[in-house]
């Protein structure tokens, strides 16, 4: 059994060996896609790419930030208990374990394009739905759809990294976290504004405006060039990257583009494959471990700035003032926030670029295993860090370097599922592991928002177990995919 990982992986450098070097017909030359990618280079197709690519993550923090604005409202006007609360995000993340898969499937059948376009319409469509819910019942059906459309942005990244010359994937993908913080700091800053005037349900509608403008310029970016050299469409392949030679300003490879053995695609049992049983299942664990720690981060500050827990903090704060009312000492806890907490959201929000470059360069230099091992062993340290009484600002420092750590861990093992598997279950690999991603997911809402209200140190516990868990997974990880070719 010890030698499985190293056949695995010897069995995967002999296939990449096998495409550097194709046999050559005679008298013709021939080139794969690999090849034209990486002679085309990086230019301003790809900056085009990673502009209109990158923005699909403006959209997604806006729609799955947006819980964690709109729940104090909900609770105040609905009247919600801690568990109904809860729901509401476990909901959402359900709707996206689904159709994760689903598309998935798709993607490796279809197209990544097609799905893309899909999901931001399906997500756009509910979203504006959700902002006329008229109870809580159908508030929760209508986010779960959305959480369903939001699955299929994972497209997005699937073009890009398909996309990208080798060397570049490693600087270029953890850049894209930019557009996820700008829509976290966006809707944050949108609902300081919208939701004490207006209220959620224009915050709502204001916060699908992103995704309807996506729709409109995905016309712009063409569907994968390997995705169709691998079904068979080898025309659509060429005409692509000849595309991108133009834009670039470069020169196409010599030769006739080489069309690979046809294949039966998005097979979920090649994932559990002799091969790939080992990494598949341990990239599940951390992906699964990743969103548990990412998304308990996010509504445990919520629950932190709304009821005060940390030891503190349990002065009331005089900045923002709470009427005294029914409603305020009510069994929902109904107590919106006021600006202060909307400033220590934005200011720990800020915090998910603060280790970009680090993560950059522990990808690049240290590997994708070995940095994801380090961050994930740093988010446990500061997960117990949060139970030390210190002051508002400590807090705020805990949680800011919450954010970045746990926002790393997402950029590196995002690069490093996409860059494992092959094409041909490249799309169906990524929605698999979102699935599973989103079952931690389902789950934080429930630490962060119940366990945390009862044991405060045990939710903390439980979380920081997990992040132990995932980096010795990481660790442990049988392929590192730094500097290796996308199959």
Not at 471 to 477: G, K, V
Request: with cysteine; proline share 5%.
């Amino acid at each position: 059994m010890a030698t499985a990982p190293k056949e695995a992986a010897s069995t995967i450098a002999l296939e990449e060996i096998h495409s550097e070097g194709p046999e050559l017909p005679k008298g013709q030359k021939t080139f794969t896609v690999e090849e034209a990618v990486e002679t085309i280079g990086f230019g301003r197709f790809h900056i085009a790419l990673f502009l209109i690519m990158g923005s699909t993550g403006v959209a997604e923090a806006m729609e799955i930030m947006l819980i964690a604005v709109v729940s104090p409202l909900i609770r105040c006007e609905w009247q919600l208990q801690d568990w109904q609360v809860a729901l509401v995000t476990t909901m959402v993340f359900f709707g996206y374990m689904v159709f994760s898969i689903v598309l998935g499937l798709l993607a490796d059948r279809y197209g990544r394009w097609k799905i893309l376009l899909l999901s931001f319409l399906w997500g756009a469509y509910f979203s504006l739905l959700t902002s006329f819910a008229p109870s809580y019942t159908w508030f929760v059906f209508l986010r779960t759809m959305v959480g369903g459309g939001v699955s299929g942005h994972a497209q997005g990244l699937i073009i890009k990294t398909e996309f990208l010359p080798t060397k570049y994937r490693g600087y270029m993908l953890p850049l894209s976290q930019v557009f996820w913080l700008a829509g976290s700091l966006l809707i944050i800053g949108l609902a300081s504004v919208v939701n004490p005037t207006i209220g959620w349900r224009w915050l709502i509608r204001i916060a699908s405006i992103p995704g309807i403008i996506l729709i409109l310029v995905f016309q712009f970016i063409p569907e994968s060039a390997r995705y169709n050299v691998s079904t068979g469409n080898k025309a659509a392949a060429l005409a692509t990257l000849q595309r991108i030679a133009k834009i670039n300003g470069a020169v196409m490879p010599e030769g006739v583009l080489k069309e690979p053995p046809k294949e039966r695609r998005g097979r979920f049992k090649d994932l559990i494959h002799p091969k790939y049983l080992r990494t598949t299942l341990q990239i599940w664990i951390i992906w699964l471990g990743i969103a548990f720690a990412y998304y308990g981060v996010i509504l445990a500050s919520a629950e932190l700035l709304e009821r005060d827990l940390g030891c503190g903090s349990q002065a009331p704060s005089h900045k923002d003032p709470v009427p005294v009312s029914e409603e305020s000492h009510s069994p929902c806890h109904c107590r919106p926030f006021g600006p202060s907490a909307y400033q220590t959201m934005i200011i720990s929000t800020a915090g998910e670029i603060a280790l970009n470059p680090l993560n950059i360069l522990g990808i690049n230099f240290l590997g994708r295993r070995l940095s994801l091992c380090i961050t994930m062993g740093c988010t446990a340290l500061f997960f117990l860090l949060l139970n030390i009484c210190t002051s508002s600002a400590g807090m705020t420092g805990f949680l800011f370097m919450l954010r970045a750590l746990v926002s790393a861990n997402f950029n590196t093992i995002y690069i490093y599922t996409a860059e494992v598997y092959p094409t041909t279950m490249r799309a169906l690999g990524m929605g698999t592991s979102g699935s599973l991603c989103r079952v931690g997911a389902m789950v934080a809402p429930f630490i962060s928002q119940v366990l945390m209200s009862a044991s405060f140190l045990g939710a903390l516990c439980l979380f920081s177990s997990v992040c132990v868990v995932c980096a010795i997974s990481a660790f442990t990880l049988p392929i590192e995919t730094k500097g290796r070719a996308l199959q």
